[in-house]
């Protein structure tokens, strides 16, 4: 009795195993034709066990260089010693020099800043550097001494208060500080309604602290009348300002009004830049005829206007005085 014995073939496409036949029973590839495709050549370098050995030893040549060419190396004080020590047999001498190597390696360890020294050192040079360039913003030399006459209307003072502050308040006057600048000007550009009055001016403060206003005429009987208003600088720097103010008032009203006589006095300090503000001073009536001609050039014209002399008025108004330096 004869026997066949069927040959058994590998898949060259799956690996399956199965007796000869010309289809794979697994992936149905036709084995007798099926060419393998070739392996990449990127495959085949990654897969060589070759490239690894290389890339290995490659990296030890130049780690070894790297060290042994830095100056301060550990490494090649260490080589230096081992020659010296084969050099003289390892004998005392040697033994000194490898001792005086080591103790110098120690020290120059101990004494060299860390990284985060070396860049907190190099920081601090540099902003102590660029401090050194920033130059420093010149202060700004007080001149001059200003004194300005005003008229506000009385709806707009709540918002000169709330930019000021109170200093003083008698039933003949107020005092404050307006913060939002110094002078005229600055009040204008907050309080667009403020109008200036006749008769302020600006003095230099090293010819004269002091500037005095003398708005008086002669009347008929002899008197005079007007106001008198003075200020005094005692003290100023590029913080503060300090001001003595003396005010002397005799008003002649018309037929109806009686007289009025009044002085007052005081003293007070200001920050620089800001506005030292007097207001009320002046009595809420009208002047006589003679009066009102005599004053249409001078701050006391305000008393000729209805808004000021009349208390009913529908938009009254206010004196004030303004004291700033520059």
């Known amino acids: 009795m004869i026997h066949f014995v069927k040959m058994i073939i590998e898949c060259p496409k799956c690996g399956f195993t199965q007796p000869k036949d010309r289809y794979c029973a697994n992936c149905g590839v036709d084995i007798e034709n099926y060419l393998a495709k070739p392996t990449p050549l990127g495959a085949k370098i990654l897969n060589s066990p070759f490239l690894y050995i290389g890339v290995f030893f490659i990296a030890i040549i130049s780690l070894t260089i790297f060290i042994a060419t830095q100056p301060d190396s550990q490494l090649v004080k260490t080589a230096k010693s081992w020659v010296l020590l084969s050099e003289n047999d390892a004998g005392p001498e040697a033994e000194e020099v490898l001792t005086d190597e080591r103790n110098e390696s120690t020290l120059e360890e101990a004494q060299a800043p860390t990284a985060t020294e070396e860049v907190r050192a190099e920081s601090a040079t540099f902003i102590a550097e660029k401090a050194a360039e920033?130059?420093?913003?010149?202060?700004?030399?007080?001149?001059?001494?200003?004194?300005?006459?005003a008229e506000l209307p009385r709806v707009n003072m709540e918002a000169l208060y709330s930019?000021?502050?109170?200093?003083?308040?008698?039933?003949?006057?107020?005092?404050l500080i307006f913060n939002k600048g110094s002078g005229l000007q600055?009040?204008?550009?907050?309080?667009?309604?403020?109008?200036?009055?006749p008769g302020g001016k600006s003095s230099k403060i090293n010819d004269n602290p002091n500037q005095a206003f003398n708005f008086f005429y002669t009347g008929a009987s002899g008197d005079d009348y007007g106001m008198s208003f003075q200020v005094t600088l005692t003290t100023v720097n590029s913080q503060?300002?300090?001001i003595e103010y003396e005010l002397f008032?005799?008003?002649?009203?018309?037929?109806?009004?009686?007289?009025?006589?009044?002085?007052?006095?005081?003293?007070?300090?200001?920050p620089t830049p800001s506005t030292l503000v007097l207001t009320?001073?002046?009595?809420?009536?009208?002047?006589?005829?003679?009066?009102?001609?005599?004053?249409?050039?001078?701050?006391?014209k305000i008393m000729n206007s209805e808004e000021f002399s009349d208390p009913d008025a529908h938009s009254p108004s206010e004196f004030l005085i303004l004291i700033s330096v520059n």
């Open 134 to 149: 920033k130059p420093t913003p010149a202060v700004k030399k007080i001149e001059n001494l200003n004194i300005d006459f």
């Open 163 to 175: 930019q000021g502050q109170l200093l003083a308040e008698t039933n003949e006057m107020q005092v």
């Open 186 to 197: 600055a009040l204008s550009e907050t309080l667009s309604a403020l109008e200036k009055l």
């Open 240 to 242: 503060n300002a300090s």
């Open 249 to 270: 008032l005799n008003l002649q009203g018309d037929d109806k009004l009686p007289g009025h006589n009044n002085s007052l006095s005081g003293s007070y300090q200001f």
């Open 280 to 300: 009320g001073i002046l009595p809420r009536q009208k002047l006589s005829d003679e009066a009102q001609h005599e004053f249409s050039n001078t701050p006391l």
